[in-house]
């Protein structure tokens, strides 16, 4: 597979390490009161869909960027890439 | 008897001669011949025997289709089993012998195999070999082993070199025939980066086995033309003998280029094959098409082949399987196998056609509506027997047959990325359907265009579409026969006909799949293994699926077909090795300390890609214990140096740099002080413990983090996510500086004196001045840059020193000099691993990714004021339930007794069994200070029963150790030695 890095262009999949689903962005407050059910639902239930994903890949073999490539899981089209900080930010992720 | 088949013209070269060896004996050949070819020339039909009933066969194809004609080519440490003799090219010397035969090819004795088929029909695996399960690991598999199965391996390293490459291109044109080869002019002329690619050694696919003719030239010539055109083409490269293996992702083909398999030896250097990956923007599959045989009784012999094998083999290579053939055939393309072996003066004995009305010959008899129901020759075809449409049967005497039934597109590389092909009423065949790989198209007859004029157009049309051309080249002329043919599959009432030759399936044994329920095309696959073998069932898989259409009453197409895989034709394990073997198979990283090591005589051991020291013999030890036992007792009672450059370090830096760490730890960072340094723990989200190491702040805004060696890059990818996706606005950067800095721990009483000798005097390391976990920047040697830790994995007084890289050999040589008054002495890992487990710090062995904080004995570092990661999900009700595991020490009551590591614990009394399996041991090893061996382990409320006697089992070695529960921290447990 070839990954269009938004900084670098394409590069093959052979320079990334994959780690799975984006929701892996989502962590959950620890401190929060229902901190336990959050963190089952966010370590141990991922969506397996057939079709487009959003996912972790970390460029380790390039300039250890965290991307976020939207993968269909059938055809392994990649619609998208984005850097996992821009899409962190725009989920309200900040200190 | 030499070259006896050999005929006249031809693309051989008469001028030269070669010699060549089957199975002992001598022959000659000429350059531009296959080894198949050679065989034929020279009378050899029967090439091996079967894989499960050891019938004698000899070639069905002249390419790579073949399912038949293999053997082992070379010798000694270069031989190399189930090689298709249709895809060798010749050379002077070649040597090749006929495998699964025994004591000889012309006797065999496993052919009795054969008289016992009804009990090697389909399934007969499952049938018979299902009880009882002991029998089948010591008689069952022996036997079916040494019975069945093709060449054997030489057992010996392959000493040839294999390489690796990549090309990129706009246009990836996978097959050089009609087809191939326009579509690649289109493109050239037109500019575009061509790459095309063919599996034969000379261009021209089909075009070199035919007569007709291709605008004014033969259809060889005008292949060889286009060749040459392409050739002085600097935007076209062409890769002759190079199979196009798999469609993979977003464009991307892998190949595999035979640079040295024609050659007698190889230059030195040089590889024998490459495993190119082709990155290509748009991809044209001219892959052809490939006749298919018909299924009738004894159609197995040597000499029955596809008929436009031998024409083939009559054109291209000038020699007839014999002198007097016979055609059977369902298509008007069998006619032209035998006007073609006419013309060349080969004896036609008939062409049996299936079809009523099949076209006449003036120059040999054809049989019309008549079939090929029997055949004879015990190791070669003597005599076919044909039923005549009036239902008498005629005798015809040839010792060759050519079958046809018809063509089917080779579109297994449009499978590759699950495509699947579509039926083809007028062919008769699967045809490439939807879905595609991205970015490829068909065209030629691999799309369904079988003439030569369709294939040429075609090609020309797909390269102008893919590339936006307007005009089209101009097409030479050429045949542009349609298609004339019956469906004709199989013989009825026929029983022992070979569907599957390389797998020895038979018509009845599709049948009987049928009979017993497998009758989907993936159940009736596995069942037979039809089309399970090296070739793919590509001779023989739509025979199959017809014979189960039939008898469940449906369709072709309602029956449905397997797809294929990568790769198109085997390639051997070193194409996709390339230069990883051996010592190359990863990179070997050297501490800075390895060549003094080394010169020290150390004995090293593989860490990751690390070569670390694992002891230092000194002359007169002759076994290791020794050497580890003394490295032991001298650090601890003087001093010791261990090369620790191997643990991951990772720099951290920013004003963010400690509450980034105060996440990533479980314990808290917040507040440690500049210039000290503490052991950090860290979870995974799920509560487990990932690592464990240490920071050290040299600053307030800078910090130096170390890993285990076997998680330094892990870790550092962690970290590296937790940095951008979950804290993307902290201030904090990373880097890692493993390589930057050699770093060594100098351990034992002495460690602070004999450091003295070499930190400048500025730098007071006095334990008033530098206490226990102290750290900062020093110089030493006079002004060298330096890092100085008070750490201790020993137990002992300790310090670990870093300086830059280059200057570690330097570092380990001075500490050895200025150590000589206190008796110094390196360590290795051994000795390092001896004294973390007297002192009962836990490493991989006890972090193994199962166990928590809680386990290990750690659960109150785990800060409960700070959401860092791993903190909920640690304290789920199982992981904190009151029996859990707890790390503990381990003595055997008679110390001589051995603590094995990976030894379960069971109570004194009750049973061995897993159900009272209370802990197991993690670690073990000999202390040399308590004369004793020792160990540590994961024990059920482990930290509750100290003092208590349990049972140490390992039932598969039989061992059984009374063995106390002590504490994990065998040597010092106050810690009063670290402060000293």
Redesign the interface.
């Known amino acids: 597979?070839?990954i269009n890095h938004p900084l670098l262009g394409p590069r093959d999949?052979s320079e990334f390490?994959y780690?799975g689903d984006a929701s892996?962005?989502d962590?959950p407050?620890?401190?929060a009161e229902n901190?336990?059910d959050a963190?089952?639902d966010?370590?141990?239930l991922r969506d397996n869909p057939a079709g487009e994903h959003r996912e972790?890949w970390?460029h380790?073999a390039g300039d250890?960027?965290?991307l976020v490539v939207t993968r269909n899981t059938?055809?392994?089209?990649?619609s998208k890439v984005e850097?996992?900080?821009d899409?962190?930010?725009a989920r309200g992720?900040?200190? | 008897m030499t070259q006896v088949n050999r005929l006249t013209g031809g693309q051989i070269d008469r001028n030269s001669t070669l010699n060549f060896y089957f199975d002992g004996r001598s022959y000659t050949a000429h350059p531009g011949d296959t080894l198949a070819s050679a065989l034929l020339a020279n009378n050899v039909r029967l090439i091996g025997r079967s894989f499960k009933y050891h019938r004698p066969r000899g070639l069905l194809t002249a390419g790579s289709e073949e399912p038949n004609g293999m053997v082992e080519l070379r010798a000694g440490a270069r031989k190399e089993p189930n090689t298709r003799a249709t895809t060798i090219e010749m050379f002077d010397g070649l040597i090749a012998n006929a495998q699964n035969r025994w004591p000889s090819l012309r006797f065999d004795a496993l052919a009795v195999n054969d008289m016992f088929s009804n009990f090697l029909s389909a399934g007969f695996y499952y049938k018979t070999f299902m009880w009882p399960a002991a029998f089948w690991e010591k008689l069952y598999e022996p036997i079916i082993r040494r019975a069945a199965g093709l060449g054997s391996l030489s057992m010996q390293a392959d000493p040839d070199e294999y390489d690796k490459g990549f090309r990129h291109c706009d246009l990836l044109i996978i097959g050089a025939g009609p087809a191939g080869l326009m579509a690649a002019l289109t493109a050239g002329r037109a500019g575009a980066d061509v790459i095309l690619a063919d599996e034969d050694f000379t261009l021209g696919g089909r075009l070199n086995s035919e007569t007709f003719s291709v605008g004014d030239h033969s259809a060889p010539d005008w292949a060889a033309q286009a060749v040459a055109e392409l050739s002085a083409m600097p935007n076209v490269r062409l890769m002759p003998r190079t199979t196009v293996i798999g469609a993979f992702d977003h464009g991307i083909y892998g190949a595999v280029e035979r640079t040295g398999d024609h050659l007698p030896s190889l230059p030195t250097g040089k590889p024998r094959q490459i495993l190119w990956r082709i990155y290509s923007q748009k991809a044209l599959l001219c892959a052809g098409a490939t006749e298919r045989p018909i299924a009738f009784e004894n159609n197995d012999r040597p000499g029955i082949m596809t008929a436009s094998a031998l024409r083939t083999y009559v054109n291209r290579f000038a020699v007839t399987a014999s002198p007097r053939v016979a055609i059977f055939t369902n298509n008007d393309d069998g006619h032209r196998t035998a006007s073609d072996l006419h013309a060349k003066g080969v004896k036609i004995a008939a062409v049996v056609d299936v079809r009523e009305d099949a076209p006449l010959s003036y120059d040999y008899e054809v049989l019309k509506g008549a079939q090929v129901v029997n055949t004879k020759g015990r190791l070669g075809l003597s005599f076919v027997e044909v039923a005549l449409p009036d239902g008498s049967t005629r005798t015809l005497d040839c010792g060759a047959l050519g079958v046809s039934g018809g063509w089917n597109a080779n579109v297994h590389l449009t499978c590759h990325q699950r495509g699947r092909p579509v039926w083809n009423e007028a062919l008769a065949a699967f045809v490439p359907g939807e879905n595609l790989p991205v970015g490829m198209s068909v065209a030629g007859s691999a799309n369904g265009v079988m003439s030569t004029h369709g294939a040429l157009r075609s090609g020309a049309e797909a390269a102008a579409a893919v590339l936006d051309l307007t005009t089209l080249p101009d097409l030479p002329e050429a045949e542009d026969a349609p298609i004339a043919l019956k469906p004709f599959w199989y013989v009825q009432g026929c029983k022992r006909a070979w569907v599957d030759q390389q797998n020895d399936v038979t018509v009845k044994d599709v049948k009987l799949s049928y009979q017993e329920g497998f009758r989907s095309v993936e159940h009736l696959k596995r069942y037979t293994t039809l089309g399970m073998a090296t070739d793919q069932g590509k001779t023989s898989n739509i025979t199959g699926l017809a014979i189960m259409a039939e008898v469940a009453g449906k369709s072709i197409p309602e029956t449905g077909t397997t797809i294929f895989r990568p790769p198109y034709t085997p390639v051997p394990i070193g194409a996709f090795a390339g230069r990883m073997t051996g010592k190359e198979f990863h990179p070997t990283r050297l501490t800075p300390s390895h060549h003094w090591a080394k010169e020290r005589g150390a004995v090293f051991v593989e860490a990751g890609n690390w070569l670390r020291a694992q002891w230092f013999p000194l002359p007169g030890e002759t076994h290791w214990r020794e050497s580890v036992d003394r490295e032991v007792r001298q650090t601890r009672a003087s001093v010791g140096v261990c090369d620790c450059t191997t643990l991951g370090k990772i720099d951290v830096q920013g004003t963010d740099a400690a509450a980034f760490l105060n996440r990533v730890y479980a314990n808290g960072f917040a507040k440690l002080a500049v210039g000290k340094t503490r052991y950090g723990l860290m979870l995974r989200e799920d509560g487990m413990v990932m690592d464990d190491g240490t920071a050290a702040r040299l600053a307030e805004d800078h910090f130096v983090v170390t890993t285990t060696t076997a998680n330094a890059v892990s870790v550092y990818r962690h970290m590296e996510f937790v940095r951008q996706c979950l804290f993307p606005d902290m201030d904090v950067q990373l880097i890692s500086t493993t390589d930057g800095w050699a770093q060594y721990a100098v351990a034992g009483p002495n460690s602070r004196k004999l450091l003295q000798k070499i930190v400048d005097p500025e730098f007071d390391i006095s334990n008033e001045a530098f206490p226990f976990m102290a750290c900062g920047k020093i110089t030493v040697c006079g002004g060298l840059r330096a890092r100085l830790f008070r750490i201790s994995f020993s137990g002992e007084l300790a310090f670990e020193i870093a300086v830059p890289s280059r200057y570690g050999d330097a570092l380990m040589r001075r500490l050895m000099i200025e150590g000589k008054e206190f008796d110094v002495t390196p360590y290795g890992t051994e000795a390092l691993s001896v004294m973390r487990i007297e002192k009962g710090h836990p490493v991989g062995n006890e972090l193994n990714g199962t166990t928590t904080a809680l386990n290990l004995g750690l659960g109150k570092m785990v800060s409960k004021k700070k959401d860092s990661i791993g903190s909920v999900l640690c304290e789920r009700k199982a992981l904190i339930a009151h029996d859990v595991l707890k790390l503990v020490g381990l003595k055997p009551v008679n110390p001589e007794e051995k603590i094995t590591a990976g030894g379960h614990l069971m109570n004194t009394d009750g049973p061995v069994d897993s159900a009272h399996d209370q802990g197991y041991v993690t670690s073990a090893a000999y202390s040399p200070n308590l004369n004793s061996n020792i160990g540590l382990g994961l024990l059920k409320r482990g930290d509750a029963r100290m003092g208590e006697k349990m049972r140490l089992v390992s039932p598969l070695t039989a061992l059984t150790v009374e063995v106390e529960i002590v504490s994990a921290h065998f040597i010092d447990p106050e810690g009063e030695r670290l402060r000293a």
Do not use: N
């Open positions: 597979m070839i999949a390490t780690l892996l962005i962590r407050d620890g401190m901190a336990a963190f089952y966010y370590a141990y972790l970390y380790e250890r960027s965290w059938l055809t392994h089209e990649i850097l996992a900080r899409v962190a930010r992720r900040t200190k």
